[in-house]
């Protein structure tokens, strides 16, 4: 099974990508499919890809979820 995992942009590249953090060691992602990619949004990634941003309120709900499922991740304020 494959998740869909909330992440927050660090960085915006010109080539298309950027690297993103979700608690762990920071990933390179594709940002290619989202609209106006701006350091500080929080993303939906699936497979490298992100896929939708989401608003501060949603992807803190968002990772509330992976808290309660156990899922590791630095809390967003960090």
Do not use: W
Not at 3 to 11: S, T
Not at 19 to 29: D, K, M, S
Not at 48 to 68: N, P, S, T, V, Y
């Amino acid at each position: 099974m494959c998740l869909a995992v909330p992440m927050k942009l660090i960085d915006i590249k010109n080539d298309g990508f950027a690297t993103a953090e979700a608690g762990g060691p920071l990933q390179e992602v594709n940002i290619s499919l989202i609209e106006d990619p701006r350091p500080g949004d929080y993303v939906i990634v699936h497979a490298g890809f992100a896929i939708e941003k989401l608003d501060d309120k949603e992807a803190m709900a968002r990772l509330a979820l992976f808290d309660m499922h156990g899922q590791p991740h630095q809390s967003p304020d960090k």
